[in-house]
């Protein structure tokens, strides 16, 4: 069964994880120095924030996470029907986890992930040139979702 996924840039993590616990009535499941996440069942969602200098504030990306290689190749099979390139980044190790996934960004420029979590890391891990995916300003400063071309505007 798939999960759905956000992930948000905050300013405090401290202030963001009693919010957030508040909000969902529960503790994160994995806290770390410049991130938090919660493996939610209600709603069924991985949702996760984290602090990085410079990053930016708010939703950096939405993503599908599946749990099982069938599943991932169901969902990478409707990333490839989207029409929009993809990067297909493979295994890599993103917010203290090991994942195979790949990248795809809405016309709008929203960065979305597909991806199957393999195991913990013990490191946050690096980010992937998304600038293939040109197609809109969203994830400007993004964590796991580099920044992406902006559009002009006006």
């Not at 009535?25 to 924030?49: C, S």
């Not at 602090?51 to 069938?70: F, R, S, T, W």
Request: glycine share 8%.
């Amino acid at each position: 069964m798939k999960r759905f996924h956000v992930h948000v840039g905050v300013e405090s993590l401290d202030a963001s994880i009693a919010f957030y616990s508040g909000l969902f009535g529960a503790a994160p499941t994995v806290i770390k120095p410049d991130y938090a996440k919660w493996m939610l069942d209600d709603p069924r969602i991985n949702f996760a924030i984290s602090q990085k200098c410079g990053a930016a504030k708010g939703i950096e990306h939405l993503g599908v996470q599946v749990e099982d290689e069938a599943e991932l190749a169901e969902v990478y099979g409707r990333l490839r029907a989207a029409d929009a390139p993809v990067l297909e980044e493979g295994a890599t190790t993103c917010c203290y986890a090991q994942s195979e996934k790949s990248w795809i960004a809405d016309p709008d420029g929203v960065v979305w992930e597909a991806f199957l979590t393999k195991g913990d890391a013990t490191s946050y891990g690096a980010s992937p040139d998304l600038a293939q995916l040109a197609s809109g300003n969203a994830a400007q400063g993004a964590c796991c979702a580099p920044a992406i071309s902006a559009k002009t505007c006006c």
